[in-house]
């Protein structure tokens, strides 16, 4: 199973398009579990996710989290703001998928 987080600034906005990323993955008949997290609670799962991507009002956490999560070979990106604005679960997933491609 592939575990993408999202991280936000308290794990609630990105709520919603965990929601419509779930449906995505059930649509697709995917493998996957999507998880929205509050950027304090990050550390907690660095060894238990496969790709990470921050929306974009954090996008000032993504240099130290690719440190981070980068030394476990984990991918991490920021969310496109006009798929998280329109919360496209659809476009949101095909780019975990994709970064996760990339690593493999």
Do not use: W
């Not at 600034?9 to 929205?36: F, P, Y």
């Not at 550390?43 to 996008?59: F, G, I, N, T, W």
Request: charged share 30%; net charge negative.
């Amino acid at each position: 199973m592939k575990k993408i987080m999202l991280i936000c600034s308290a794990g609630m906005s990105s709520s919603l398009l965990v929601q419509k990323m779930q449906e995505e993955i059930a649509l697709q008949k995917l493998d996957a579990e999507v998880l929205a997290v509050a950027e304090a609670d990050v550390s907690k799962y660095v060894s238990e996710v496969d790709v990470v991507l921050l929306a974009p009002q954090v996008r000032f956490l993504a240099k130290g989290l690719k440190r981070k999560f980068g030394s476990r070979e984990i991918p991490v990106e920021i969310i496109d703001a006009i798929d998280y604005g329109t919360m496209d679960g659809k476009n949101v997933l095909n780019q975990a998928y994709a970064m996760m491609e990339e690593r493999d």
